[in-house]
C-alpha cells in the first residue's frame, strides 16, 4: 500500500507543477468589461477561440483542476 501512495503523490506533485505551468501561460482576461463597454463585437477569433491552441489550454486546465482535486481527496484518506 505503501508503495501505491507513493505513486500517487508523485503524480500528485507532477499535476501541481504541470497545473501552475499551465495557469501562468493563460492570457488576462481584460477584454471583459472594457470590450462591453465600448461595443467589442464577435469576431472569428472569439467564436472559435475553444478550438485554438488557448482553448486547449483552458480546457487542459479544467481537467487537471479536477484531478488535483480529486486526489488531493484520495491522499487525505487514511490508508
Given at each position: 500500500?505503501?508503495?501505491?501512495?507513493?505513486?500517487?503523490?508523485?503524480?500528485?506533485?507532477?499535476?501541481?507543477?504541470?497545473?501552475?505551468?499551465?495557469v501562468?501561460?493563460?492570457?488576462?482576461?481584460?477584454?471583459?468589461?472594457?470590450?462591453?463597454?465600448?461595443?467589442?463585437?464577435?469576431?472569428?477569433?472569439?467564436?472559435?477561440?475553444?478550438?485554438?491552441?488557448?482553448?486547449?489550454?483552458?480546457?487542459?486546465?479544467?481537467?487537471?483542476?479536477?484531478?488535483?482535486?480529486?486526489?488531493s481527496?484520495?491522499?487525505?484518506?487514511?490508508?
Amino acid at each position: 500500500m505503501d508503495i501505491l501512495r507513493a505513486i500517487v503523490q508523485i503524480v500528485y506533485i507532477g499535476i501541481c507543477i504541470v497545473l501552475t505551468v499551465i495557469v501562468l501561460k493563460q492570457e488576462g482576461k481584460s477584454s471583459g468589461l472594457s470590450g462591453a463597454l465600448t461595443g467589442g463585437s464577435e469576431s472569428y477569433w472569439t467564436k472559435n477561440k475553444g478550438r485554438s491552441a488557448e482553448g486547449m489550454i483552458v480546457r487542459s486546465t479544467k481537467i487537471l483542476a479536477a484531478l488535483f482535486i480529486v486526489l488531493s481527496v484520495v491522499l487525505n484518506l487514511n490508508w
